[in-house]
């Protein structure tokens, strides 16, 4: 065969292929392996595939709503976030994930894009809305396991203060802590300090700031975030200090948490607001430490969300 010849065959299969297309689109998109119906701008759904009917039942000649939301009967009832009532009004596909529960409480997010499909007949042109479903529950996976790990990170988390002092070292404030035995906690605390003391280094100026993750003494499993910082203490006689003394505040956690070093810029920002301007020897109280740690725990919490939402599928609209 020359060339000529085979383009001309090519040509030949080539329009083959698109008048089989054109008859049958309805087959091709039985094959696909995502879900797919097709809407009237009354919201009744007047195409489904085989992907959609086994995964999501059938809704034909119903309204499409239903299928989110079965106890919804009406077209006054349609979804409030609905994405095919956008795509009609600004002729553009829309994107939404939908979260669903399955009878046996099983849950599953899918993401819904709707596209507007304009169809000529009889010289009048006929809008219609393409709607395609994928699972993507996969993808949400690493959200819960994030959620998951906030809410042990709660449970796992335990602050104290302590001092430079008059005497090299002094415990302020602090909570329990479950892996020092309690007879136990005050010379723990203290032979922390002069090991974070030495570790993060006194100048002149005392060195403030956020520091770490530093291993914990003794204690492999463990981690410290340390913050330094000054405070007013009117008793205080160290003149090197100058009424200012040098604190501590020593966030201990397991080391499974320690990722949430990657937000130690907002962190530092929080603890800044709280301690460091016009804080007073007075004012560093376990009620103090506990509003701490609330708010270190939600900003975590928020810190991890948003970053799920910049890389997931979670936005919705285009």
Not at 90 to 99: F, Q, V, W
Request: aromatic content about 10%.
């Amino acid at each position: 065969m020359n060339k000529g010849d085979y383009n001309s065959q090519h040509l030949k299969d080539t329009n083959k292929i698109e008048d089989s297309v054109e008859i049958n689109y309805s087959k091709i998109l039985e094959t696909l392996p995502v879900a797919v119906s097709i809407q009237n701008t009354n919201f009744i759904v007047v195409y489904e595939n085989k992907e959609m009917k086994t995964r999501y039942n059938t809704f034909l000649k119903d309204y499409c709503y239903r299928r989110w939301h079965p106890n919804q009967n009406s077209k006054t009832n349609q979804c409030i976030d609905c994405p095919a009532l956008i795509t009609l009004r600004n002729n553009k596909p829309t994107t939404i994930i939908r979260k669903l529960k399955d009878e046996n409480g099983n849950v599953s997010f899918v993401k819904v894009i709707h596209s507007p499909l304009i169809l000529s007949k009889n010289n009048n042109e006929e809008k219609y809305i393409v709607e395609v479903v994928y699972d993507v529950t996969e993808c949400f996976l690493d959200k819960i396991r994030r959620e998951i790990d906030i809410k042990q990170f709660k449970k796992e988390i335990w602050l104290s203060i302590t001092s430079f002092g008059n005497y090299g070292g002094d415990v302020i404030t602090s909570e329990e802590l479950p892996f020092v035995k309690k007879e136990e906690q005050r010379s723990f605390l203290l032979e922390m300090s002069l090991y974070l003391f030495t570790a993060i280094g006194q100048g002149e100026n005392y060195n403030e700031g956020l520091y770490g993750l530093l291993p914990v003494l003794n204690h492999q499993e463990y981690v410290v975030l340390v913050y330094a910082f000054r405070f007013s203490d009117e008793e205080l006689s160290e003149v090197r200090l100058q009424g200012r003394d040098y604190g501590l505040l020593m966030i201990f956690t397991k080391i499974s948490h320690e990722k949430i070093v990657i937000y130690r810029k907002e962190i530092l920002e929080l603890l800044d607001r709280l301690l460091k301007h016009n804080c007073e020897k007075k004012d560093l109280t376990l009620k103090l430490l506990s509003i701490i740690k609330k708010e270190l725990v939600n900003l975590i919490e928020r810190l991890e969300n948003q970053h799920f939402e910049s890389n997931s599928f979670g936005k919705k609209g285009n």
